[in-house]
């Protein structure tokens, strides 16, 4: 029993051994020379979790079918000081597994990426004449495997393995090598076969009864546009307008979008980030407060002795309304039990030409300031 409990425990340290591990190429060399690897070794294969690092000053040729799984990360490069590369020559394989090719697979969860952090970082391809390159590159796993990497044609092979499809004429993604002229350093590829649009800002501001949205993005590859979607819940969603995106960028691009008939209430919005394949993902969402009322209305503006503000039908329960002037300082201020359908008037006859605003805020914490100009 003492024998199978400690059988037991070492398989289950080999098993950990593979996860979350740390592994860096300090030599050039093939993948499978144990000598050109720090003292982690070869990384495991598949590693799951796995951080590996192809130094600078160093080239490494891919000479296996090599799986990464989990969290895993293959960076290429450091300090970017001298070229970093990954090579993967054809094999001339007749399999996933007999080709020289990395494999992110999302089974169990995860999204392992291969990171290009300086235009020093590279992975390069090759294909001798004559040679057949249709399971060499790099190969993404989401119930089919696509290839990303190579100038063979695109390869597709069913999730259990068995049914290998080669379908020739199809156009690869990213050419012989990486980076190149349309898509410079840095970036990271992930297991979703798809370059992500990397967006690091998203907001929405009520201007008056519109809402305009602004969001920006820090890197876009392969993307064709952003449908911008609204809900009143956050549950159910409808497009209502699409922005055309850059496509390939490696600098800080800016988008807006106004939406000019929000709701009154919470308006709550997402971007639907789509490229130029039809793969696509959500952002976070935002939520903006609207108008306090889709049929609000002040007039006359300019006022001279008066300002009326009308409410629509879709106002329900108490309305706070305050008068303000450029200064922040309180004029007026009435409570109106109920304002659907109604309109108030401000008698502004006493105050000084100017610029002044109106501040109005209900029961469910929707508020909204109009402004408007006393001339006489």
């Known amino acids: 029993m003492k024998k199978f409990y400690l059988i037991c425990a070492i398989l289950l340290m080999c098993a ?11 030599f050039s060399g093939n993948w499978t020379d144990a000598s050109i690897w720090g003292p982690s070794g070869i990384p495991s294969n598949p590693c799951t979790n796995c951080n590996i690092t192809i ?38 394989g007749t399999s996933i597994s007999t080709g020289h090719n990395l494999i992110l697979s999302i089974m169990g969860g995860g999204n392992p990426t291969v990171s290009f952090p300086t235009a020093q970082s590279h992975l390069i391809f ?51 090598s990486l980076p190149n002229a349309m898509h410079p350093a840095p970036f990271v590829l992930n297991a979703n076969g798809t370059l992500p649009v990397t967006l690091i800002d998203f907001y929405g501001l009520l201007n008056d009864k519109v809402i305009n949205l602004s969001w920006a993005t820090s890197m ?40 000019g008939s929000p709701f009154s209430g919470v308006n709550y919005y997402r971007l639907k980030m789509v ?20 049929g609000l209305r002040l007039f006359p503006n300019p006022a001279s ?28 201020e009435k409570n109106i039990t109920q304002a659907n359908n109604m309109t108030v008037s401000l008698q502004v006859g006493s105050f000084a030409q100017g610029i002044y605003m109106v501040q109005l805020k209900d029961d469910n914490g929707n508020s ?9």
């Open 16 to 26: 950990k051994w593979g996860e979350g591990q740390n592994y860096t190429a300090i």
């Open 55 to 92: 130094n600078d000053g160093v080239i490494v040729t891919l000479n296996i079918s090599f799986v990464m799984r989990g969290s895993s990360r293959l960076t290429i490069g450091s300090a970017g000081l001298h070229n970093a590369t990954l090579n993967i020559p054809a094999s001339n």
């Open 126 to 176: 090759t294909q001798p004449p004559g040679i057949s390159a249709a399971y060499d590159g790099v190969f993404s796993q989401h119930g089919t495997y696509t290839k990303l990497i190579g100038i063979g044609p695109v390869v597709e092979i069913a999730g259990n393995g068995v049914n290998d499809n080669t379908h020739a004429g199809q156009t690869v993604i990213f050419g012989t």
């Open 220 to 259: 876009e590859i392969n993307s064709d546009h952003f449908d911008v979607e609204r809900s009143r819940d956050a549950a159910s969603w409808q497009a209502i307008g699409t922005v055309a995106a850059k496509g390939f960028s490696s600098v800080e691009a800016d988008y807006s979008f106004t939406d």
């Open 275 to 294: 490229d130029k394949d039809g793969a696509f993902k959500y952002s976070p969402v935002a939520a903006v407060r609207g108008s306090v009322s889709q």
């Open 305 to 332: 002795s008066f300002v009326n503000i009308s409410f629509g039908n879709d106002v329900n329960g108490h309305m706070n309304i305050r008068m303000i002037n450029q200064f922040g300082q309180l004029l007026m």
């Open 368 to 376: 909204q300031t109009l402004r408007f100009l006393i001339a006489r």
